[in-house]
């Protein structure tokens, strides 16, 4: 069966540090990838997608990048932290079918800027 | 461009009662598909349904019921005999079938709180 990880679970960082969240997943191969974040008591934005090794897409422009440098990794990573990036951050995948594909969240890494 | 309404902010109701949670979404593809997740307080979103439009059967799990309406672009989900551990954060998604891969537009979610 498949499963996803996330780490680390919850991280403290100062403002303009960097960052690096890392995604793995088991069980399945060439999996769709993506990143959402979570702000406190909203819902869920999509922030990067990966349909393969090296192509990352950006939905939203912002402070973050992403990289899959494995077929079944996916890293979010920041170089220098803003307040405004703390959030829940949330890793999915999907079977790659295109349209209407299930997507399995892994449990997450909660993200405090101070 | 897809959009995806969650009236309910909060609900609260007390252990055994049947709750409705409301969805209504917006499209203009005529192929689509629908979700329901649920969060619980650990932050994990587990996946709950999943229905495309061609299929407005509506589909009953256990105590989870789903009704989805297309002439009223809705897809409800109903919980009967609501427990504490259904207390959780409830996100109905829409995805958009013109883009050549699978993108969700979720709702803001309602927060369902059953007490003892």
């Known amino acids: 069966s498949q499963t996803i990880h996330q780490w680390p679970a919850t991280l403290v960082q100062p403002v303009g540090s960097p960052l690096s969240l890392e995604c793995t997943v088991e069980?399945?191969?060439?999996?769709?990838l993506y990143w959402y974040r979570q702000a406190a008591g909203r819902g869920l934005q999509l922030l990067f997608y990966?349909?393969?090794?090296?192509?990352i897409s950006s939905e939203v422009p912002q402070n973050l990048s992403a990289s899959r440098p494995q077929d079944r990794q996916f890293i979010l990573s920041s170089k220098k932290l803003l307040l405004s990036d703390s959030g829940f951050y949330l890793c999915?995948?999907?079977?790659?079918?295109?349209?209407?594909?299930?997507?399995?969240f892994g449990p997450g890494t909660r993200l405090t800027v101070l | 461009a897809q959009k995806v309404t969650q009236a309910q902010t909060e609900i609260s109701v007390v252990e055994k009662e049947d709750v409705t949670l409301d969805c209504v979404y917006e499209t203009r593809d005529t192929t689509y598909y629908l979700f329901w997740y649920k969060q619980p307080p650990s932050g994990e979103l587990v996946f709950l349904i999943r229905?495309?439009?061609?299929?407005?059967q509506n589909e009953i799990s256990g105590r989870y019921s789903w009704n989805f309406q297309k002439s009223t672009s809705s897809f409800n989900f109903t919980i009967t005999a609501s427990q504490v551990v259904d207390s959780a954060v409830y996100f109905c998604?829409?995805?958009?079938?013109?883009?050549?891969?699978?993108?969700?537009?979720f709702g803001t979610g309602t927060r369902l709180l059953v007490s003892p």
């Open positions: 069980g399945t191969s060439n999996p769709n």
């Open positions: 999915a995948w999907s079977v790659a079918l295109g349209v209407g594909d299930t997507q399995y």
């Open positions: 998604a829409l995805s958009e079938a013109n883009t050549g891969f699978q993108k969700l537009v």
């Open positions: 990966s349909v393969g090794i090296g192509q």
């Open positions: 229905r495309n439009s061609f299929d407005e």
